[in-house]
């Protein structure tokens, strides 16, 4: 397993930006597909995006396709998501997670998880 460290949230204005980022240990990393994750306050988790272990796939929820951008640079273990013409209805705690592949990441499944960081969009 790896172990998953997100970064980059922060509270900003709506139309405003944000890139949130994923640091993963382990040398294993290029190995497994992943994925972000949000939770907003009184609402159940759910996905957001996926890439897969290669970075030539990627998979998005219909709420953010068009404006987030997922991507990952193998050299540095690391897994980007480039968030773009937020909405305060983004406003949540979003998490990454590793998972054998973006099926299983789609469906909620992940081996590892980070511990979330925060974005508020305000409107």
């Known amino acids: 397993q790896v172990q998953l460290v997100e970064s980059g949230g922060r509270l900003v204005q709506a139309g405003g930006s944000l890139r949130l980022s994923c640091a993963a240990s382990g040398r294993t990393f290029s190995s497994y597909a992943m994925g972000w994750f949000r939770q907003a306050p009184g609402k159940e988790r759910e996905f957001v995006a996926a890439?897969?272990?290669?970075?030539?796939?990627?998979h998005y929820a219909d709420s953010v396709k068009g404006r987030f951008t997922v991507s990952r640079d193998n050299a540095k273990n690391t897994v980007y998501l480039q968030m773009n013409s937020l909405k305060p209805e983004d406003t949540a705690v979003y998490y990454c997670?590793?998972?054998?592949?973006?099926?299983?990441?789609?469906?909620?499944?992940?081996?590892?998880w980070g511990q979330g960081t925060q974005v508020t969009v305000s409107s």
């Open positions: 890439i897969s272990w290669s970075g030539g796939g990627t």
């Open positions: 997670a590793a998972g054998g592949n973006m099926i299983t990441l789609v469906a909620g499944n992940g081996n590892s």
